[in-house]
């Protein structure tokens, strides 16, 4: 009704973040009247091309250091307010019933028909799920087997629509569905650490109000809920 | 030959004719719209009768009673209808052609008659014109020819001289006769022309307000 | 490079094949039948045109997935369509679909029933005259037809990426290759994808519209000066 | 949960309307000029139809980004299209222009030259003879031009992701909003969505077949029985 | 009244004919294809011919030499086409009344001359029907009223009764020559039905391969 005079923060967030972050954001916007939260969620190597061809996002919250970096190159980020407070872990789920496995080498098997990993060039729960796979030797050898989400949450609904027989996402994925369950963690030392940088945008016309809102998710009770979430937080 | 006893409602009136054909021409005339093209449609199978009965030869073509309605292919009747109805898609020579049956080569024997009827209606030279790039008296001796060209069990002709000069008609119309007379087949002609109607005998049909009258030329009724 | 292409090209041409017969036979017993739902039906068909892309391959994917009513089925026989080369073929053909069937209804409807009718009286039966005179006269809007399908159908996006998925060399025809190099930012590749595409689309193009005019070009007409 | 709809009625709409005018008039141009490059140019018009949307997107988004030769100069005016809900429209007009402009152009040349010419010996005047005879005689052409745009548009994906992104409110149209809702795998989210524009599109698609059987029925027809 | 001098080249042959016509009705006769629609459509402007000029009281319509080309609808020429092109999206009515101009209204002295017109034609009881739904006579004599209520400066009649018996051409004619003369509308006029080419006069034009002769009727050229 007053949407007229409210600030709109216009956030890119990374797909593995987006359920945690649409709840703060509710409790944000019940805190703060004036504040009306829209998040776009994606993988984040799309949300940063979007948001170097001009797309006016307040934040950008990054699954990967990568693509954070990228936009502080450009010059687009405010340096300042870059935080990583959060990381993750790599697994291999199932859906739901299916056995464990006791290592990456069990998915050569025949009855894993289809695999589910992010795309790698955009996502990067699949850019590190290909450096673990590389490490030890069998990205080649499992190639034929992939089905290429668009996002980690992609994958994840992958699996738990039985589509597939397995698929490679966050620690934080698995736990939110209860369709799938964690078939294997994978050693964190065959990829790169897992971190979210997440940062307020140099076009950002509400810059106050979105460093205000990247606080309150680094304040106890936002680490609170995201450590509920089965991500690993910083304390 | 031809029997036929048939109704249907048109818009203002109804069609209500009883008649019995022998082997000869029969010609009917009438004032516009008084049902002769709608009469020629139901023979031909393309309209339906809401009753009655149609009889060519010992065939039933059409009988509400016992519910037969032969399809318009097996009827074997050539049509040529008022609009004339060419192919547009095709040329003069397929036409024609379509009329000799499926897949014609040009070994069949119907090939030579082709040419030698374009030749006396007068369209020899425009064989390989499309439809579309004739005169309108040119598209009706096409109309006639590919009727003519299907030997056909009964033919119905509707005014189809209408388009053309008296002197086309005295080349085009020896051919129609002796088709019509070498092959014994029974024809309806709707004209409107007095003297082509005189050309085929005495007697008339008159057509009125879907009622068929029998009569002498000058209109008295018999 | 290439795979996209060639792939997207098999995609569409079966797509395409399938649909151009289907689509042309539906339309024609739509036409002559009369079921007392007609049309309900006809609406059916031609709802895919109206759905957005994603809905419809959500809807495949949930009719034809390892859960779903038929998927579960086929399944059982050893055949799976989601994220297969088969699931990108049906996933253009079902969207494809409504242009072919409407554009050859619209061809039919735009055949002068006198003309079908004269050539029944000449003695052809239902499938000469169909053959004969039907079919070239309806050819118009089939050839529109599957040009809207065969074009519908190398574009196909939404419904492809959301029953066959982003497989290269399996799935990944040139519309999801475009979409995953440009989210990747890999500018090299994508300019190569749209020039090639660019050029070839423009020739197919050209070519049909020269192809169509010369068909039309055929019937002459008495006013063309 | 209503944006989406609302978004895409409002995208679709706009679109449609520009297009219907649009395509219209260039159909119709296009028919009458006698241009020297006039078949390359009505290739160019049909490209967006076999064009992947994505590819077309890719496009509209380098010409009118802020770097593009176009966009640039919009910038400057203060007018930023990509992202924008102006691109959404835009890219949803420019995929869907060929529909329009070919069916119209069908729609002008199944028009009987001999007709327009009767009138126009009857005395009326270029603009009488398009209104009263070419545009009504060409209107089956025109209305599945503007059922197909409509469709095109609303179900507009792959360029619109491209050139408008998948922005809550602004630019998430319905495809968009079903693609994010199926990929996080909100199921109720999605089973809203495909429920209301199913039930859409189906009564869409039924008003206006009902509609076109009742302009063609006006014309009647002798052999109707 | 109406002047022509104009040639045009023809698949077989040429059209070449050069005439002056004073304000009569002028019978144009010949065999079929002998360019005789061809002559009324390049001077109704639908047919542009290759040279010459035509030329219609002082007003020049075509003329190769000056660059001249009058388009159709200023022409003011009512034109009875062979084949007469009825808009089939309008009814009867509505096709009688796009002869009276733009827009019509119910109150436009206009509607009482059509409704007697089309009284006189014997299809008032049409006026609400399509052309679709009309017999082959039907569709010609709504053809004909059309031109006719435009009121033109010249009138063009292709074959304009060759659909009609003589019952109903008895009762047409005297309204075509009525609106004639009292209107002073020269008229060139095509039929090869000899009786109605006597009704215009005693001289006919006759038209062979593109040329046109004079002659008596009986065919001696004059
Ligand atoms: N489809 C139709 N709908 C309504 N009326 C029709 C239809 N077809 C024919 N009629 C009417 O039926 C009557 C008979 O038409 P028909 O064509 O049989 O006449 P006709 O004797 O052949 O006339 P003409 O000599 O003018 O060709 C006419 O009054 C005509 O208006
Ligand atoms: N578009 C065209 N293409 C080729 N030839 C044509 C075309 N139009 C007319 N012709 C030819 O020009 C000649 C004259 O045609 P036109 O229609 O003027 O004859 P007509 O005297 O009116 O004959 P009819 O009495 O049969 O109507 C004919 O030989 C015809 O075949
Ligand atoms: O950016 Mo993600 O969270 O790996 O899809
Ligand atoms: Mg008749
Ligand atoms: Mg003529």
């Known amino acids: 009704e007053q949407q007229e005079n409210k600030k709109v923060l216009l956030m890119g967030v990374a797909s593995s973040l987006e359920p945690v972050v649409k709840r703060l954001a509710w409790n944000y916007e019940a805190e703060h009247r004036d504040v009306k939260i829209q998040i776009t969620s994606g993988s984040s190597g799309a949300l940063a091309r979007q948001i170097e061809q001009g797309a006016a996002f307040d934040l950008f919250l990054s699954a990967g250091e990568k693509e954070m970096e ?38 050569k098997n025949p009855e894993f028909k289809r695999i589910g990993i992010g795309e790698p060039t955009t996502v990067p729960a699949g850019r590190y799920a290909k450096q673990a796979l590389e490490k030890i030797g069998l990205w080649a050898d499992l190639q034929p087997k992939f089905v290429f989400g668009n996002s980690v949450r992609n994958v994840l609904t992958h699996v738990s629509s039985e589509n597939v027989e397995a698929g490679i996402v966050y620690r934080s994925d698995a736990v939110s569905d209860d369709k799938v369950h964690v078939a294997l963690e994978i050693d964190e030392k065959l990829h790169d650490p897992i971190r979210y940088p997440m940062a307020v945008l140099k076009d950002s016309k509400h810059a106050t109000e979105a460093r205000d809102f990247l606080k309150s998710l680094e304040s106890p009770a936002g680490k609170e809920k995201f450590a509920k979430a089965a991500f690993q937080v910083q304390r | 030959m031809l029997k036929c006893q048939i109704g249907k409602r048109l818009p203002d009136f109804s069609l209500e004719v009883e008649f019995e054909l022998e082997r000869t021409v029969h010609v009917i005339s009438g004032p516009s719209g008084a049902g ?55 040329s003069v020579r397929q036409n024609l052609l379509f009329a000799r049956g499926i897949w ?29 790039d004739l005169s309108g008296g040119e598209q009706q001796r096409v109309a006639i020819g590919r009727a003519l060209l299907m030997e056909p069990e009964l033919l119905l002709l509707d005014e189809p001289f ?6 086309t008609v005295s080349k085009v119309l020896p051919l129609v006769q002796e088709v019509i007379t070498n092959l014994n087949i029974p024809t309806l002609l709707i004209t409107h022309q007095d003297e082509i109607a005189r050309m085929f005998g005495p007697a008339i049909l008159r057509m009125e307000r879907g009622k068929l009258f029998s009569c002498k030329h000058g209109g008295e009724m018999v | ?36 739902f007609k049309e309900l039906l006809d609406s059916l068909f031609l709802l895919p045109m109206v759905l957005p892309p994603t809905i419809t391959g959500f809807l495949l994917l949930w009719f034809l997935g390892k859960k779903g009513p038929v998927g579960e089925m086929l399944a059982s026989f050893g055949i799976e369509i989601p994220f297969s ?13 409504p242009l072919m069937y409407q554009s050859a209804g619209a061809g039919f409807a735009a055949v002068d029933r006198k003309l079908e009718l004269a050539s029944m009286s000449l003695g052809a039966g239902r499938i000469r005259t169909f053959v004969q005179v039907t079919l070239p006269l309806a050819l ?25 998925g982003n497989i290269p060399g399996v799935t990944q025809t040139i519309p999801l290759a475009v979409f995953t190099a440009v989210e990747a930012g890999q500018m090299e590749e994508v300019t190569w994808f749209v020039g090639i595409m660019t050029v070839l689309s423009f020739v197919l193009v050209f070519l049909i519209k020269r192809w169509g005019r010369a068909q039309s070009a055929k019937q002459g007409g008495r006013l063309r000066a």
């Open chain 2, 162 to 167: 209408s388009a053309l000069d008296s002197d």
């Open chain 3, 140 to 164: 118009p809007g089939f050839l529109s037809g599957i040009v809207l399908t065969f074009a519908r159908a190398l574009g196909e996006f939404g419904a492809t990426l959301m029953l066959a």
């Open chain 3, 1 to 36: 490079m290439w795979t996209p292409v060639w792939l997207s090209l098999q995609v569409a041409g079966l797509a395409t094949l399938i649909v151009a017969v289907l689509g042309m036979l539906t339309a024609r017993w739509m036409q002559q039948t009369r079921l007392p």
């Open chain 3, 85 to 97: 080369f088969a699931g990108a073929v049906i996933a253009a053909a079902v969207v494809a679909f």
């Open chain 1, 70 to 107: 990228e936009l502080v190159n450009k010059n687009l980020v405010e340096q300042d307010s870059i935080t990583k407070f959060l990381s993750n872990r790599l697994v291999v789920i199932v859906p739901e019933g299916r056995p464990i496995i006791k290592d990456l080498g069990t998915l």
């Open chain 2, 104 to 132: 014609r080569s040009q070994k069949d024997p119907g090939v030579q008659l082709l040419e030698s009827t374009a030749e006396r209606l007068g369209i020899l030279p425009l064989l390989n014109r499309m439809p579309r």
């Open chain 2, 36 to 90: 002769k093209t709608t009469l020629l449609e139901c023979i031909a199978g393309i309209q339906t009768p809401d009753e009655g009965e149609i009889r060519l030869g010992n065939k039933t073509l059409f009988s509400k009673e016992q519910g037969v309605n032969v399809p318009i292919h097996k009827r074997r009747i050539g049509y040529v209808l008022q609009e004339y109805a060419l192919f547009p898609h095709m």
